[in-house]
């Protein structure tokens, strides 16, 4: 299971994430934003307020909304890596 570091958001619904093997990709979370719990991420300044909860170690809004790390390293295009994830 993949774990994220780090989370920005970087406008028009998408976030720049660094995970636990260094990888860093973009992800584009638009087209994901279904059901009641992601509603309010579609204002995109309650979108940007992204942080990563400490206990789960993925993004999460105030509200409860969060998405599986797995999930968004799946869906992320990468954009760097480390060192350490070509160890």
Do not use: C
């Amino acid at each position: 299971m993949r774990h994220i570091k780090t989370a920005r958001s970087i406008g028009e619904y998408r976030l720049e994430l660094e995970f636990d093997n260094g990888v860093q990709k973009v992800v584009d979370l638009g087209s994901y934003l279904r059901g009641e719990i992601f509603v309010p991420l579609k204002d995109k300044k309650y979108f940007a307020t992204v942080t990563v909860h400490p206990e789960l170690e993925t993004v999460f809004w105030e509200n409860g909304a969060d998405f599986s790390p797995d999930f968004l390293y799946e869906i992320g295009k990468e954009i760097r890596s480390t060192a350490a994830a070509n160890a």
